[in-house]
């Protein structure tokens, strides 16, 4: 069960906003997810889907110049672990759409695998490592 963390406070503007963050299990390891959105008013029932941003802890460091699956590797984001990627974009399965928060405006978004790709990818690299450890191949 996520450990759930929420806040009140005001926004810019004088708008009222709401803050929850909740840490989830992915893969042996937290993934922390920050939803932010606006409220219209204390009691509303129902957040537009336009105005929540997810923000995703980068767990493993990416190159996507390295990465044979990406469709383009120039649309790629590099990232490390511990690097925070605002998430722009999660329609396709494999592929998000994502920036470093904090990078400079210049940089754009780009492709990030998604944590379904990633564990697929961990998978196969456990199911190889564990064929060639069985065939004596180092």
Same mark, same amino acid.
């Given at each position: 069960?996520?450990?759930? #963390? ?7 503007y004088g708008s009222s906003y ?6 989830? /299990?992915?893969?042996?390891? #937290? ?11 204390? #009691? ?35 990232f490390h672990v511990g690097d925070i990627l605002q998430v722009i ?28 790709? /990633? ?14 450890? /069985?065939?004596?191949?180092?």
């Amino acid at each position: 069960m996520p450990d759930l #963390h929420s806040s009140e406070g005001e926004g810019g503007y004088g708008s009222s906003y709401f803050i929850c963050s909740y840490i989830t /299990q992915l893969t042996r390891e #937290h993934v922390l997810v920050v939803v932010m959105w606006r409220l219209t008013s204390r #009691h509303s029932s129902c957040v537009p889907r336009c105005c929540v941003q997810m923000f995703v802890r980068a767990l493993f460091d990416y190159l996507p110049e390295d990465d044979d699956l990406i469709p383009c590797a120039q649309a790629g984001v590099l990232f490390h672990v511990g690097d925070i990627l605002q998430v722009i974009s999660k329609d396709d399965h494999n592929w998000w759409q994502a920036r470093r928060w904090g990078a400079p405006p210049s940089e754009p978004a780009g492709l990030v695998p998604s944590p379904e790709l /990633q564990e697929w990818r961990t998978a196969c690299a456990a199911i190889e490592k564990a064929k060639r450890d /069985q065939a004596g191949i180092i």
